[in-house]
């Protein structure tokens, strides 16, 4: 896999630039559904770290695709779900989820953040700060 080092970033929260990730580090963008990902962290994701043009969803290297571009929140949130779920299945891999939708796809992270809801609690899922600390405000 390319770009891959032998360490993990074992971070509590991801990081806010991601340039190498370990071997079971997943990093976790938002996509469209098309797969075109020709900007922002999806353009990250498809040059170092494994995403496959065409494909706008789910496990692609060494990267997840949640897709952001389809509409409005409540149809992300599906897709926040199931990726919630294959990561408590895949307990060998850590997830660092990116600021998802918050750029090309202009929502605010006081949006998105919420979808993340339950993987608070989910050991493998690194979540950005900001949107710990708005999860956390609601608690």
Known sequence: MTGMESKQLNEKYTPDFISELGANDIFVFGSNLAGAH???????????????WGQGVGLQGNSYAIPTMQGGIETIKPYVDEFIEFAKS??????????????????????????????????NIRLPESFVDILKSYQ
């Not at 020709?38 to 496959?52: D, E, M, T, V």
């Not at 953040?113 to 989910?122: K, N, T």
């Open 38 to 52: 020709a900007g922002g962290a999806a353009r990250l994701a498809n040059q170092k770290f494994g995403a496959i």
């Open 90 to 123: 895949h307990p060998e891999l850590t997830f660092y989820v990116t600021k998802i939708g918050c750029g090309i796809a202009g929502f605010k992270e006081e949006e998105i953040a919420p979808l993340f809801s339950d993987a608070m609690m989910i050991s």
